[in-house]
């Protein structure tokens, strides 16, 4: 009896599935799998967030340099190579534009949808397909639970007559060795552990009786079980091969070695770097900046006077050079002689009418040049003009001395088709035509315009002929930070702080 008690008070904890309940973990994959379509939506939003600013971070740093490239001192075939590391982050900036459109449009849609399909939710709360599997699990093992508590509680009421026998046999053991037990009472003892026999015997009939019942319905409960089970596996393997699918997409979309449009940009990067030559971009600077370039040597010509006389807009350095040899010159003349240049200025028919700039009373003479000309670079045409007006310079100068000695001033005039000035010398600084004061050099700075600070855009290109003149391209943003002079320029301050004058009429106000 004893033994047959002890084998039946062991307890085994089980965490099996066929315990009663033990379901409920499938029942939840149900609500975990529609967690994890959130989940996984989640993770591709983040990461076409993530491609949006890389995109946008490459079309950026690509401006930005392409700017500096083009406005840089590098040239020639390296300035193209370094520029095509700005056409790849341009080309690969769209791709991951695409990239994030496919994973927002096409992932993160299909997969919004195959969630609104797969998982409906309730009135009340929760999803319609958590209920069917609780539902279905509940039904398939309710029979086999409600056996299985009938013969848990058989045991109880056998185990209990068990332990009632054990201890009314100890007390008849215990009466027999006691002297003062009357037969009497040792006779109710023995039938007191009659009784207990006679019930555990009882017990253990209909706890072996339910355990049998409990046993011949176990199959039927599995099969039941194992057939709502394996429906919410279709279920899972739907969701899991569904996101294998989706995943797999998803890689597609990221990879973009596989895509000949991205393997095409590298291989153009590759080729254009490939393709700058060192010797060949010397060459060029040599033939356009260095010792290459072509050169109208000094000759002897004689005067021509059947074509008009042209101007060509020179610089403040040719300026101050003629002056100085014309002050120096006029030393060896009479006070009364002098001469004052005049000139006329030239405007291209494509671009507003540039003004000439002055400085005291000097005029200097525009002339536009295209946008982008080289500035150590002079065509055929400008080298004529320079000769001509040397000549005739020449000729005016020869024809002033000659006039010292036996020409009248009227025979210079109609010579050399020039207005007579004041008389001046270097000590006359009153009547120098070429001074605004008594005692200033005839090149000072006019007085400083009022401080202003007014945002303009360029309407047209403008390259800078000048060393204080400003150049820009058409679109260009920048600050007037002087008023506009008589003569129709102003002064100007570009984003990278570089300050100098430009045409007023090349501009807008920024509204």
């Known amino acids: 009896m004893s033994g047959s008690y002890d084998d039946s008070m062991i307890d085994v904890s089980s965490d099996s599935f066929w315990e009663v309940g033990n379901y409920k ?29 890389y995109a946008q971070q490459l079309t950026e740093w690509a401006k930005r340099w392409r700017q500096l490239v083009e406005k840089g001192p590098q040239y020639g075939t390296l300035e193209r190579a370094w520029g095509a590391l700005c056409t790849e982050a341009e080309k690969v900036s769209d791709l991951h534009m695409e990239v994030k459109a496919a994973l927002m449009g096409e992932d993160y849609e299909k997969l919004k949808n195959w969630q609104r399909d797969a998982y409906h939710k309730q009135m009340i709360g929760g999803y319609k397909e958590t209920k069917e599997a609780d539902d279905g699990f509940r039904k398939a093992q309710k029979p086999w639970a409600k056996k299985l508590k009938e013969m848990e509680t058989t045991k109880k009421v056998y185990h209990s007559a068990c332990k009632e026998e054990k201890l009314a046999a100890s007390r008849e ?33 209909r706890y072996e009786k339910s355990l049998e019942e409990l046993d011949k319905m176990t199959p039927q409960y599995m099969e039941n079980m194992e057939q709502v089970f394996e429906q919410w596996q279709q279920f899972e393997d739907k ?67 059947s074509h008009p006389r042209s101007y060509k807009r020179r610089s403040i350095v040719d300026w101050s050079i003629d002056l100085n040899r014309t002050l120096s010159r006029r030393e060896k003349k009479k006070p009364s002689d002098g001469v004052m240049l005049t000139s006329i200025s030239q405007t291209g028919s494509d671009q507003p009418v540039q003004p000439a700039k002055t400085s005291s009373s000097l005029t200097v003479p525009t002339n536009t040049e295209p946008v982008g000309m080289n500035p150590f670079e002079e065509e055929e045409e400008d080298e004529e003009e320079e000769e001509e007006e040397e000549e005739e310079e020449t000729t005016v100068e020869e024809q002033t001395t000659v006039n010292h000695i036996s020409v009248n001033k009227e025979e210079i005039k109609t010579a050399s088709s020039m207005e007579k000035t004041p008389d001046w010398s270097d000590e006359d600084t009153a ?36 060393q204080d003149e400003l150049s820009f391209k058409a679109g260009d943003e920048f600050t007037k930070i002087g008023e506009e002079d008589d003569q129709g320029w102003c002064k100007g301050r570009l984003k990278d702080g570089n300050t100098g004058l430009y045409p007023a009429n090349y501009v807008e106000d920024i509204q």
Not at 30 to 44: E, I, Q, T
Not at 181 to 202: M, R, S
């Open 431 to 466: 009547a120098n035509p070429f001074s605004t004061n008594g005692d200033g050099n005839p090149f000072d700075e006019e007085p400083a315009s009022p401080v202003i600070s007014v945002p303009v855009r360029a309407l047209y290109d403008y390259e800078g002929q000048e």
């Open 173 to 205: 053991s215990n009466g027999k060795l006691e002297s003062s037990n009357t037969p009497e009472a040792q006779k109710k003892l023995q039938d007191k552990v009659e009784k207990c026999q006679q019930e555990v015997q009882k017990t253990k009939e």
């Open 239 to 305: 969701r899991i091969s569904f996101f294998r699918e989706l995943l797999l997409e998803v890689k597609q979309h990221l990879d973009l070695s596989t895509n000949h449009r991205f393997q095409t940009v590298y291989h153009t990067l590759e080729d254009t770097i490939s393709a700058a030559d060192a010797e060949e971009d010397l060459k060029w600077f040599r033939s356009n900046h260095g010792p290459g370039m072509p050169m109208n040597w000094p000759q002897f010509e004689n005067v021509d006077w």
């Open 25 to 53: 973990r499938t029942v939840k994959r149900v609500d975990d799998g529609n967690r994890l379509c959130n989940d996984l939506m989640s993770c591709l939003h983040e990461r076409a967030r993530i491609e949006k600013s």
